[in-house]
């Protein structure tokens, strides 16, 4: 018998890159989406054959209820949130009924309809924010800087309060940020990979960002899907940072995706007011000692491959 995996959040980075590693360790994938009048599933165009859909949305209880129901998953991946930080300050109580209390209604589904499967909850390094302190650890104090970060606690909350309350099998993976050629094109890295790449091109002759100082750990996201499924392989539930350890600037980022292009960076890039945060988050960085340790995981693809991964896939992309 194959073990069946659902996923929310499919058609998103993650979902994707973790709809090819599970299909590849032979598992049945099932995938919730939402009812769209536009096709969104260009990131998993080339598994969806190999997938079957599901249509349920995390705002309405009923419908995740029947997911379940006929999904009858051995693990279940909540992926899917709103997950765009900026939108969650023009958005909030949106992000709030997704990133929060989706992470609820998925749980109460889960304990009365499949209370044997494996959850895992995609928690986010947000959730540090202010940090208290440096690395940040599974037992760092939460200090949430976004209404996003603050959804995002409660759902890591939510997911430890069913495990101790209910002994559902409930980890959470507390992941810094995770990049790929499939990020969305609002997230920095994405804008400036495609920036530098239409720069190139000839297809754009400047690239507006907010602030260029801020300092972030960031990894490649096929690398972090493989830690969501270890998780869920351990005899006992529990909570692990994902992360590289090492921390970059944006002008870092810019430096190399601007340099493998041979152009420089300070000639195009313009600082726009209108991309800062209310609230900024300057420096994240994880500690991720205890998932090498407990999970056997570490990262493969370091920050100097990643950048210019991005960048040659913006290029042969824009070069269609």
Not at 17 to 45: C, H, N, P, W
Not at 71 to 76: L, T
Not at 254 to 266: K, R, S, V, Y
Not at 276 to 303: C, H, N, T
């Amino acid at each position: 018998m194959s073990k069946r995996a659902l996923i929310t959040g499919i058609t998103g980075q993650d979902g994707s890159y973790l709809a090819e590693f599970l299909l590849a360790k032979g598992y049945d994938v099932f995938g919730m989406v939402r009812r769209s009048s536009t096709e969104t599933i260009q990131r998993i165009e080339h598994i969806k054959d190999q997938v079957t859909f599901l249509q349920g949305d995390l705002l309405d209880q009923a419908s995740v209820v029947k997911v379940i129901e006929e999904a009858r998953p051995d693990e279940i991946y909540n992926l899917a949130a709103q997950s765009f930080v900026p939108t969650s300050w023009s958005q909030p109580v949106l992000t709030g009924q997704f990133t929060a209390l989706g992470v609820s209604r998925m749980l109460e589904a889960v304990r009365q309809m499949a209370p044997e499967a494996r959850f895992y909850q995609a928690s986010s390094s947000e959730m540090f924010g202010k940090v208290r302190e440096v690395p940040q650890t599974e037992m760092t104090p939460f200090h949430p800087r976004s209404p996003y970060a603050v959804a995002k606690a409660y759902g890591h909350h939510i997911t430890v309060n069913y495990r101790e309350s209910y002994g559902v099998f409930a980890a959470s993976g507390i992941l810094f940020n995770h990049e790929s050629p499939r990020r969305g094109l609002e997230f920095v890295t994405r804008k400036i990979s495609d920036g530098a790449a239409r720069i190139k091109l000839g297809l754009a002759d400047e690239l507006r960002l907010g602030n260029l100082d801020s300092e972030r750990d960031w990894g490649f996201a096929g690398d972090y899907v493989e830690a969501m499924w270890m998780m869920l392989q351990q005899e006992e539930a529990d909570d692990f940072v994902i992360a590289t350890g090492e921390t970059h600037s944006i002008s870092e980022f810019l430096d190399i995706a601007f340099g493998h292009l041979d152009l420089e960076w300070q000639q195009y890039v313009k600082k726009d007011p209108r991309f800062m945060r209310p609230a900024e988050v300057d420096q994240l960085i994880g500690d991720y000692s205890k998932a090498k340790r407990v999970l056997g995981w570490q990262p493969k693809v370091g920050f100097e491959e990643l950048v210019p991964m991005m960048v040659d896939a913006d290029m042969e992309l824009l070069g269609k």
